[in-house]
């Protein structure tokens, strides 16, 4: 049997995930898929072209136990192309690349986590409930102050985070008050965060 030749973007992602997880085993399903088995739990993790010449890939991840995430791993795959040691056309092909996971880009998952970590720090009353939407670089959530439930819709613009507060109609006035002046100061905080002054 010929083993199957993989596309170098994607060998080299899956060989980094690989060699930072112990034990762990892949599995070439096919040019553009593989599947990395950690016990158990798997990563699924596959290849496409985005519809330019360029020929510019997009890694989509699957990742349903977050082991990339349990594993610090995330960080390592936002700069995937540091890791292309003495390789110009892999580390370019890395730097173009776009990797998705679990249908968001890994930058949009990080200031998620930023989201409900300043959600947090404001007050004990929040409380993360679930993500209702995820797609690329937005999501949609639920969340809760006190007794209240409000969603959020977060938007990863080039140059601006977007997060604007849903509150429901029940909730009284200063309670929405509340909610809205505070993803307005997260929202400008992790603009700052990530995007930096503009």
């Not at 060998?11 to 892949?26: F, G, T």
């Not at 995937?80 to 890395?94: C, R, V």
């Not at 998620?112 to 009353?125: I, P, R, T, W």
Request: no cysteine; proline share 2%.
């Amino acid at each position: 049997m010929s083993e199957i030749k993989q596309y170098p973007v994607l060998k080299h992602i899956v060989n980094v995930i690989k060699n930072a997880i112990a034990d762990s085993k892949v599995d070439a399903q096919s040019q553009s898929v593989s599947i990395i088995k950690d016990g158990n739990d798997s990563i699924h993790i596959k290849q496409l072209f985005d519809s330019t010449d360029e020929n510019i890939a997009t890694i989509f991840i699957t990742d349903k136990k977050e082991i990339l995430f349990s594993e610090d791993l995330l960080e390592t795959l936002q700069d995937i192309e540091d890791s292309a040691k003495g390789d110009a056309a892999l580390k370019k092909a890395l730097q173009a690349a776009t990797i998705i996971v679990n249908d968001l880009t890994i930058e949009t998952d990080f200031i998620f986590q930023a989201v409900k970590e300043s959600f947090n720090e404001l007050s004990d009353s929040y409380e993360f409930l679930k993500t209702t939407e995820k797609n690329i670089e937005e999501l949609a959530a639920q969340f809760k102050f006190g007794d209240n439930r409000f969603d959020i819709k977060l938007k990863n613009e080039p140059e601006v985070i977007r997060i604007e507060a849903q509150v429901n109609a029940a909730v009284t006035p200063k309670v929405k008050k509340i909610i809205e002046a505070d993803v307005l100061k997260i929202e400008q905080g992790l603009t700052k965060m990530f995007k930096g002054e503009k």
